[in-house]
C-alpha cells in the first residue's frame, strides 16, 4: 500500500517562463538539487520545485530523468529505484 506522496511529475517549462527574464537569475528561481539559481532558458518543474535540466536524476543510481520522475522525501528516483 502506497500511501505516500508519488508523483510522476515531470513537466518541462517553454521557453517562456513565467518571470520573462532573459538575463538569468533575475526571476529568483533556484535549483531543488544544487541550490544554484536556475539562469537556462528552461527549467523543469518537479514537485513544485524548479530544477535545472541536469539536476533531474535519480538519487540512488543518479541517472538522468526524463520523461517521468518519482519523488519521496524530496528526492527523485527513477522507477527502479523507487520501486525497490
Ligand atoms: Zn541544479
Ligand atoms: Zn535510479
Known sequence: MKTEETQACLQQAPSATPFGSEHGAAGGEVCAGCESPIADRFL????????????????????????????????????HDYEK
Open 44 to 79: 523543469l518543474r518537479v514537485n513544485e520545485r524548479s530544477w535545472h535540466e541536469t539536476c533531474v536524476k535519480c538519487a540512488v543510481c543518479m541517472s538522468a530523468l526524463s520523461g517521468t520522475c518519482y519523488c519521496r522525501d524530496r528526492l527523485l528516483y527513477c522507477k
